[in-house]
């Protein structure tokens, strides 16, 4: 314990001579640091947070760390090709992206802020293999994207009108899934939407319905691993 203060002195004293030594090149790493800062300012509201330069930017949500993640490589080790639907900001665009085994990440999401967001920090990432898509997926015809090896579908089942139809149209392109979502238990149903019972509730302050019980069973309708 008596060294450490000799050791973080030394580390003070060698950041300080850097500094001294390389003056313009440090303050430019200032520079570009606090500008990238104001530039995921500009794009706020942040969910995801992203590692960029050794500095963390964005919200706090850490994708890349999402054990759902791991389950998805541990049933799927050889995908080359995956769609993800309803990808947010890329956070897990970019992870599986990082795999070595992965050549191609389609990634589809519906709203135009969440994209500015995602292409912004690819352009930063220079993610050749993660192509965005915007597209309203209550009528994409994701036939038009080709076929995968795996698909992620993972908190949009739930936003969806009639989210039976993507899945039916989901199990054309692809073999395999990774599905995870909301159902409403049998007896906590109180409302009925398309001639299916569930109940509503918030999130994001927004009211959803969860479907119950071709919710679950629907959920079903691709194979999976």
């Known amino acids: 314990r008596g060294e450490a203060p000799v050791r973080h002195r030394a580390c003070a004293e060698e950041a300080g001579q850097d500094m001294n030594e390389h ?3 440090a ?3 200032m520079f570009m640091e606090k500008d ?4 995921f300012d500009r794009l706020r509201p942040w969910v995801t ?3 960029i330069g050794g500095q963390d930017y964005g919200g706090q949500y850490e994708a890349a760390r999402d054990g759902r993640l791991t389950w998805f490589r541990d049933h799927f080790p050889q995908a080359a090709t995956i769609l993800e639907l309803g990808s947010l900001e890329g956070g897990h665009s970019f992870a599986m992206a990082e795999w070595p085994h992965v050549r191609q990440v389609v990634a589809v999401e519906g709203r135009k802020a969440n994209l500015r967001r995602a292409r912004f ?3 930063l990432l220079r993610q050749e293999k993660v192509q965005f898509v915007r597209a309203n997926l209550e009528s994409l015809d994701l036939a038009g994207l ?3 090896d795996a698909a992620l579908c993972m908190g949009l089942l739930y936003h969806l009108k009639q989210p039976w139809r993507l899945l039916q149209r989901l ?9 995870w979502t909301h ?5 906590q149903a109180t409302a009925t939407r398309q001639n299916y019972r569930g109940r509503l509730y918030r999130e994001w302050l927004f009211p959803f319905l969860t479907l119950f019980p071709g919710y679950k069973r629907m959920a079903t309708a691709p194979t999976t691993r």
């Open 121 to 123: 920090v690819q352009s």
């Open 183 to 187: 159902y409403c238990a049998d007896g």
């Open 36 to 39: 990238l800062q104001q530039q």
């Open 49 to 51: 947070r992203f590692r």
């Open 146 to 148: 080709g076929r995968f």
């Open 171 to 179: 199990s054309q392109v692809t073999r395999g899934l990774l599905l």
């Open 23 to 25: 003056p313009e090149e």
């Open 27 to 29: 303050r430019q790493e």
